[in-house]
């Protein structure tokens, strides 16, 4: 079950969620039919659920949003992108583990 706490974005909403202010965000870029996403989406719901309040944390299906991962040159998936203040401070691709996940966030806080 997927944590309330994530947000989903796509065309429409991601510019204003992504740029709201000084809360650092991590957007996951996944599809349903890629199976390093589905073995990420648990760590990612627990990053959310534990980190509520003082990250965001969301998702971004490539396949409803492809426009968004042009813009950003997402070609493999799982993508991570890290934002402060609206703009890219960090990227990842692929599995990662919930610590350095979380402790990339923080080193923007």
């Known amino acids: 079950m997927a944590s309330a ?3 989903n974005l796509d065309d429409n909403n991601f510019d204003n969620e992504i740029n709201k202010g000084a809360t650092p965000v991590l957007v996951d870029f996944w599809a349903p039919w890629c199976g390093p996403c589905r073995m990420i989406a648990p760590v990612l719901d627990k990053i959310a659920d534990a980190m509520a309040g003082q990250a965001i944390v969301a998702k971004v299906n490539v396949d409803e949003a492809p426009g968004v991962a042009s813009r950003f040159r997402v070609s493999s998936i799982p993508t991570l992108l890290f934002f402060k203040n609206g703009e ?6 692929g599995l990662q583990s919930e610590a350095d996940l979380t402790s990339r966030l923080k080193a923007l806080m």
């Not at 890219?88 to 691709?93: A, G, M, S």
């Open 5 to 7: 706490n994530v947000l």
């Open 88 to 93: 890219v401070r960090e990227q990842v691709v």
